[in-house]
């Protein structure tokens, strides 16, 4: 179902494309998402179905994508050790099984 956190992840997307923010998904935010295999319906809180499956995917990898600039960001400003490196990996798996869970759960 697209609830409250698939449209927190959309008004992220939104923001971060120069896109109008108001967490809808309509035809200029699909043209900012990968291409979808049906027509790009509008997707908005309280709807159901599998565009909302697929963008629950789509809007998590988003979300690991952003982390993982983050880790590449401090790693080019601080020198990180093996140590602290093999730690953020380990948070980014946590995110990802979460972010996973939470969206099984929400579907």
């Given at each position: 179902?697209?609830?409250?956190?698939?449209?927190?992840?959309?008004?992220?997307?939104?923001?971060?494309?120069?896109?109008?923010?108001?967490?809808?998904?309509?035809?200029?935010?699909?043209?900012?998402?990968?291409?979808?295999?049906?027509?790009?319906?509008?997707?908005?809180?309280?709807?159901?179905?599998?565009?909302?499956?697929?963008?629950?995917?789509?809007?998590?990898?988003?979300?690991?994508?952003?982390?993982?600039?983050?880790?590449?960001?401090?790693?080019?400003?601080?020198?990180?050790s093996q140590i602290v490196e093999d730690e953020i990996v380990r948070c980014f798996e946590d995110v990802e099984e979460w972010l996973d869970a939470s969206h099984k759960h929400n579907?």
């Open positions: 179902m697209f609830d409250a956190s698939v449209e927190t992840s959309v008004k992220d997307f939104q923001q971060s494309n120069g896109l109008t923010v108001d967490g809808i998904v309509r035809p200029a935010t699909w043209a900012k998402l990968p291409a979808y295999r049906e027509a790009s319906p509008t997707l908005r809180n309280g709807s159901t179905g599998p565009g909302v499956a697929w963008l629950q995917q789509v809007m998590k990898g988003s979300a690991v994508a952003i982390l993982r600039h983050i880790e590449g960001v401090l790693a080019s400003i601080f020198p990180l579907s």
